[in-house]
């Protein structure tokens, strides 16, 4: 195989992987990325920027399933190549540091997401304009991790300035949108403004049932929301159903003992049994 049909087989399989994840086919999209990383192993070497994008892409279908200890491992070495061949301040680099703090913001690991969040949106800071929307998509990043350490002025400060960038490039609906609705929606409750909350979450799963469909994985975590704001307001059978609905998603498409499938089954014990 010549390299340049290399590069496109690589690139063929990375299509494919792709659609596979956008529709929440995540142990399709990981059996493709494996292949392609073989194949950019072999190819085009260990150490080069091709196998480290792929690295990258597999990393992220482990991280959404809770492969968390192996996505570390791919994403790390993934960040040492592109450092290496592209330098410490490269668009790419911020990208696998934006991917390390949202991997252990998955994880619950808080105090370790914040240093390579704040990393990736110095990087992207000093090489892209400041209403640019993977900036944006950086600070609405850190603002998740700030927001789980206590720091919520900042937090907010973070998402409003994002949402703003996001909505003058996007408009209305799009996956960053509904993201950092998410998240604002999730500081609004904890500051006591529940009504503002459920609407921001609902207009985020509204986006986000558009995009992905209704049964995509992603959305569990809204349904999750949903449904711990429910149960402050007693209304355990809706939140049951909201937990049911998130729990039907998560099972197909998940580890058994990712934390948000454990969450919702907590939620749905507890909404039951009250």
Known sequence: ???????????????????????????EAQATFRRTLALAEQRCGPDAL??????????????????????????????AIMQRELGDC???????????????????????????????????????ADDHPELAADRAALAAILDGLGQHDEAEALLHAALRAFEAVFGGEHYEIASCLNNLAAIRYRRGATAEA???????????????????????????????????????????????????LLEPAVTPDHPNLRTCRRGLAAAIDT
Do not use: W
């Open 90 to 128: 490269h668009p790419d680099v911020a990208t696998l540091c934006h991917n390390l703090g949202g991997l252990e913001h998955a994880r619950g690991n808080y105090a370790a997401a914040e240093e390579p969040a704040r990393r990736a949106v110095a990087i992207r800071a000093s090489v892209r």
């Open 50 to 79: 091709e196998t480290a994008a792929v690295l990258n892409n597999l990393a992220v279908t482990l991280k959404y399933t809770g492969g968390f200890a192996e996505a570390e491992h791919l994403y790390r070495r993934a960040l």
């Open 1 to 27: 195989m010549r390299p340049r049909e290399a590069s496109g087989s690589i690139r063929a399989l990375t299509d494919l992987a792709d659609r596979h994840q956008v529709h929440g086919r995540y142990a």
């Open 198 to 248: 459920e609407a921001l979450y609902r207009r985020a799963l509204a986006i986000k049932e558009t995009l992905l469909g209704p049964d995509h994985a992603e959305l569990a975590t809204l349904l999750n929301n949903l449904a711990v704001l429910a149960t402050a307001r007693a209304d355990h059978a809706e939140a049951a159903g909201l937990y049911r609905r998130a729990l039907a």
